[in-house]
């Protein structure tokens, strides 16, 4: 950082507060190491985006990738939930450790999963994996009320999630964002009033969004589903290098 300006402290890695979560959704081996080479120091976790870790053709040389240079990879949660599904939870875990994973999510936005379930599958796979659980639908037009938001989410939490993921799906129109993208303000102030915000990772993939939890929560809140194009422009934001954040 140039020692002229005043910014933002920001986290080292490992970080518990300021992550930021990336969704690749195919890219190439070149293009994971042009990621890391221009900002790979403030890409704390990947997801490969629902189940495209089954189809790639670079899956393995892809994760040796992220693995060489401390990233962690977990695979999307659509492919967990269709492994608990088709009752296939033995054989994702031996899938995960045959590819070195130590992360997974688990969800519920597709499938009707009973809570206690999902309860149970957290505090399992903590024991062997650290655990980013889920909460809120894929759905648009499902809403659920903000008390069974913060019980679900204390309640994950309880079980053994590392942190819990506020669902917002890639296009950032659903869960915690009404349909045109716009914060359900509400919501998330009652969640934040029971839960730290640092548990929590909020799926912001459209600037706009990103720069409402910064105002709301500071430079250091955890956003997820980001673009790997994104990264960037976010790391900017968070640093205040750019006009939507900028110290007034």
């Known amino acids: 950082m140039p020692p002229f300006l005043d910014l933002p402290p920001r986290s080292g890695k490992p970080r518990e ?29 990947v997801k490969l985006g629902w189940g495209t870790a089954v189809v790639t053709a670079n899956l ?23 492994a608990i599904a088709q009752d296939r939870v033995d054989q994702l875990v031996a899938w995960l450790h045959e590819l070195g994973l130590r992360h997974v999510e688990i969800s519920d ?6 809570h206690e379930r999902k309860l149970e599958l957290i505090e399992r796979l903590a024991k062997e994996f650290v655990v980013l ?39 950032g129109t659903a869960g915690i964002y009404r349909a045109d993208g716009e914060v359900r303000m509400g919501l998330i102030d009652e969640i934040a009033h029971a839960v730290a915000p640092e548990r929590l990772l909020f ?42 954040t900028v110290p007034t």
């Open 17 to 45: 507060r300021g992550l930021t979560h990336v969704i690749d959704t195919g890219l190439s081996v070149t293009e994971v190491e042009s990621l890391i080479e221009v900002i790979g120091g403030a890409v704390d976790l």
């Open 60 to 82: 393995t040389a892809k994760l040796a990738r992220y693995r060489s240079h401390d990233i962690p990879v977990m695979l999307g949660g659509t492919l967990t939930e269709l």
């Open 109 to 114: 936005g597709t499938i009707e999963l009973p």
């Open 133 to 171: 659980s889920e909460v809120g639908s894929k759905d648009d037009a499902r809403i659920m009320a903000p008390y069974v938001w913060v019980e679900q989410i204390e309640s994950e939490l309880a079980a053994g999630a590392w942190k819990v993921i506020a669902e917002a799906r890639e296009s």
């Open 203 to 244: 799926e912001a993939p459209r600037k706009e969004q990103q720069v409402w939890f910064m105002r709301r929560f500071g430079p250091e809140v955890n956003l997820g589903n980001i673009a790997p194009h994104d990264v960037l422009s976010l790391e900017t934001l968070r640093l205040g290098l750019r006009a939507d």
